[in-house]
């Protein structure tokens, strides 16, 4: 079953919609509250730059004609890299029904890997042209949780649990030991190259985790 997404490009063009003035003009950014009671502040002028880009690409995924990203829904919870599949010109990903806020975001993760295979990631993430593996991925994720930050600020986009951790952890600086305590399998390397150059590493982020969340970190959820 395909999803109906949820763009922010549709969102912020309500939003704009007689204001009479070409800059961006996003809704004023509110402070994201978690169950646990764990705050984020985002600030206005970094989150006019992520719609910037956010934009730009959510246009580009509806209107460039050369690829498709089809968007499918499923009754689990599922991080975005899980159900990604790219077959040459389209990547499909899985999105969990009672949450269509996630498409739009989840669209951004599944452009970002095939606009590497199709050999176009420097149209999107200069900074990663030519990257493969962790490298690329990494930023990858960083350019999700920003989205998703930006879309709970300011668009009040749901809760979703999973997506909220990426996001606290990419504003406390802990997005990179998630991803190599979450996908020690995918990223062995990396995850032994981390925890050589700092041995406390894991238990540092299990205890920001646990402070931030309330809970112990569950790969397994």
Not at 51 to 57: I, L, M, N, S
Not at 170 to 195: K, M, N, V, Y
């Amino acid at each position: 079953m395909r999803v109906r997404t949820v763009t922010m490009a549709a969102l912020a063009a309500v939003g704009l919609a007689g204001c009479g003035t070409p800059s961006l003009q996003l809704p004023p950014p509110r402070t994201l509250v978690i169950q646990s009671g764990a705050r984020l502040s985002p600030e206005e002028d970094r989150l006019k730059t992520v719609y910037e880009w956010v934009d730009a690409e959510i246009r580009n995924i509806e209107e460039d004609p050369s690829f498709l990203i089809a968007v499918e829904s499923t009754t689990t919870d599922v991080y975005p890299w899980e159900t990604l599949l790219i077959e040459g010109d389209t990547a499909r990903v899985r999105v969990r029904r009672t949450n269509p806020d996630l498409g739009s975001v989840y669209q951004i993760y599944a452009h970002l890997h095939l606009m590497r295979a199709m050999g176009r990631e420097e149209e999107w993430i200069p900074e990663a042209a030519g990257m493969q593996g962790w490298e690329f991925e990494r930023r990858a994720v960083q350019r999700v949780a920003d989205a998703w930050l930006l879309g709970r600020a300011s668009f009040g986009f749901a809760p979703y649990r999973l997506m909220d951790e990426l996001a606290y952890a990419r504003e406390g600086g802990q997005l990179d030991a998630l991803l190599l305590t979450l996908r020690s399998h995918e990223f062995p390397e990396e995850q032994e190259a981390w925890l050589a150059t700092d041995p406390d590493g894991e238990e540092t982020f299990r205890a920001w985790y646990r402070e931030t969340f309330g809970r112990d970190f569950d790969p397994g959820f």
